[in-house]
């Protein structure tokens, strides 16, 4: 439709939500679907948190709340940076969003102007390219393969680097591979930043708390490049908490005043009886975030080894988040009762339509001939996924 805005005509759905209704479309109609595309933790919201938003509503937290959130929230997240980041952020360098992904929006439309590159590590997530194009953007991708666990190197950095780059845009545990960055490799990134005193960093740590390899580590922490780091994350992951629609940015109090003013405008603050629900999440202790994921760890386990039986099928082992990425390309080209297998979007169909298990394109995160599953579900149903995978598979000729 021409009266449309080109903005919006530009812009692309998003291929994870698309496969996500496909697979309710078809379990709507009775069929057994195993659905491995979508990306949230398969546990309900721990009850204190429940508690916590049934006594907002018993006492009448049902006004406009602050735009940049409630300071009771801001202070609990203050502290879980202070005690699980041994980093400093006052509650004026804080903003409360409608989830991370408004976190992200607000920070890209606060520091991007018409034609500034912002460099993105390849695969990334789907709304990355999609938002720095709302933003007037142009996203550099740098590719990552699976030799290296999907991490980029310091190298490619710089090199991608023009007198137009504005942004990096890192996200460790990653979606959609799981891959972390160390400690050491977060310290080789902000030394070619260093040289480059123009270039901020968005890091999307949502996957924090969904970390295999042992303590979080996140590049604000490192004092040469801090100032310059916008930290984004929200409740969603850590606390099963998705549907609540709870994120939060970090970062200096310009960045968050000129967030806070954008916010203003859109959509005003986040929903008063979710913060108070998110205040009960993060001053609580962490046993029930452990044992989630402890239960992702097994999962991912199992997965790891129930997909390096597949012929064909190459992985890596994810670190993090609750994803694998396996490189499909060996079936490409193939074909299953005569229609041929061009792609990795024609793979996940195929896999939806004969297997009844439902993944996502790598090409939605800029690495085709892959494909991302989800392990956010049971033992037993990523059991019956992979069987039903390997089976259809070895039909194909």
Known sequence: MEQLSARIRRLSGSQTIAMNQKSRDLQEKGVDVINLSVGEPDFPTPPHVKEAAKKAIDDNFSFYPPVAGFTDLKQAISRKFAVENNLEYSTDKILVTNGAKHALANALMCLVDEGDEVIIPAPYWVSYVELVKLAGGASVI??????????????QIEEAITSRTKILLLCSPNNPTGSVYTRGELNEISEILTRYPNIFVISDEIYEHINFTGKHESIAGIEEVHERVVVVNGVSKAYAMTGWRIGYLAASTEIVNACT?????????????AQKAAVAALSGDNSYTYRMKEAFLRRRDLVYKLAKKIEGMKISRPQG?????????AF??????GKKINDDNDFCLLLLENAHVAAVPGEAFGAPGFIRVSYATSDTRLTEAFARIEKLLKKLQ
Request: glycine residues 10%; charged residues 20%; without cysteine.
């Open 332 to 337: 490409l080209g193939l074909s299953f009762e």
């Open 142 to 155: 740098i590719k990552s393969g699976i030799e290296d666990n999907f991490k980029i190197k310091p190298a």
């Open 321 to 329: 988040a609750f994803y694998l990425f396996p490189d499909i390309s």
């Open 261 to 273: 003013k954008l916010q203003g405008q859109f959509t005003s603050g986040a929903s008063t009886i």
